[in-house]
């Protein structure tokens, strides 16, 4: 028998940097973290003494060892809805297209609405052209932005302000003509009526982060269809080629599983709406669904 050495665990100095709403560095910290450490900084501006109201949060590792991940979690003061914002890692590359699945502007019923950002990471002005694919199929309705240097755009309800849509989702998809360095985020949410929300966070996807006909299946888990909970899963064709998606729902005791199949247009974006109960698997808990590509470009 072998055996595997350990992973070495490495300590690591972390500066934390906090921008405001329009791009101003209002402080920054360093944290030191041990080899595996996990550490959560409460309501961390307030104890800076910070009032933000749309700002951003830089994390770096200073030192020579040790690496790290980052996560913020934005808590509703009103309603506690916690909103989960994940960290997205700035490549040299870039990338020229980016796309925002789940974005809506709904009025009828339960009203949701979108509100999206876009921030330029680099030091050179950027051209971008935004394009909401709309979830009812109509025709694709777009808009010119250009970002300056380190700047933040803010689309408050962006599909009402920006495309002029009142009752509609789908998936916007911003392309530049050169790779940028784009961080395009957003926050699809209800509000309750008394000031608060209910929500949640959305960070785009590159081309490269998707999968085609040959990659390994996407794997969603802790999907459930039950008296609590229901599950909707999104899909979002992210280059401008229709392919056909296979969707397998797997209950917890893998005795048997449940397969349908997706066609999906150039660009479209499809939101199936109780997907396990769609495939006859009611009181189902702790599912898995297995997503792949079986045809097309």
């Known amino acids: 028998t072998s055996t595997v050495p350990p992973c070495p665990s490495l300590a690591a100095t972390v500066n934390v940097a906090v921008f405001g709403d329009l791009g ?55 309603t506690n809805d916690s909103l989960l914002v994940t960290p997205v890692s700035l490549n040299e590359v870039g990338n020229t297209k980016f796309v925002l699945p789940g974005v809506a502007e709904l009025s009828g019923g339960i009203p949701w609405q979108t509100d999206a950002r876009l921030f330029n990471a680099s030091d050179a002005t950027v051209n971008a052209q ?25 689309f408050d309800r962006i599909l009402s302000t920006l495309f002029g849509v009142t009752n509609d989702g789908g998936a916007l998809h911003i392309a530049t003509e050169t790779n940028a360095n784009l961080i395009a985020t957003a926050r699809t949410y209800r509000p309750d009526g008394t000031g608060g929300s ?25 999907v459930e269809e039950s008296v609590r909970y229901r599950s909707n899963i999104g899909l979002a064709e992210v280059t401008g080629q229709a392919v056909m998606v296979e969707v397998t729902a797997i209950p917890p005791d893998a005795k048997s599983s449940s397969r349908i199949r997706v066609p999906m247009a150039a ?25 792949r590509v079986v045809d097309g470009q």
Do not use: C, W
């Open 24 to 78: 101003e560095k209002l402080t920054d910290f360093d944290v030191l973290l041990k080899g595996g450490q996990h550490m959560q900084l409460g309501s961390v501006l307030a104890q800076k003494g910070l009032q933000v109201n749309d700002g951003r949060v830089e994390v770096r590792v200073t030192s020579p060892g040790g690496k790290v991940t980052a996560y913020a979690s934005v808590l509703d003061n009103r």
């Open 130 to 154: 935004l394009t909401l694919q709309p979830l009812n199929g109509s025709e694709a309705l777009r808009a010119n932005v250009t970002l300056a240097p380190r700047e933040v755009k803010q």
């Open 198 to 222: 209910f929500g949640q966070f959305i960070s785009a996807v590159t081309p490269n982060e998707a999968i085609a006909v040959g990659s390994r299946p996407l794997q969603i888990l802790q």
């Open 267 to 291: 660009n479209q974006f499809r939101q199936l709406n109780s997907l396990l109960k769609q495939m006859g698997l009611d009181d189902t808990h702790n599912a898995r669904v297995s997503v």
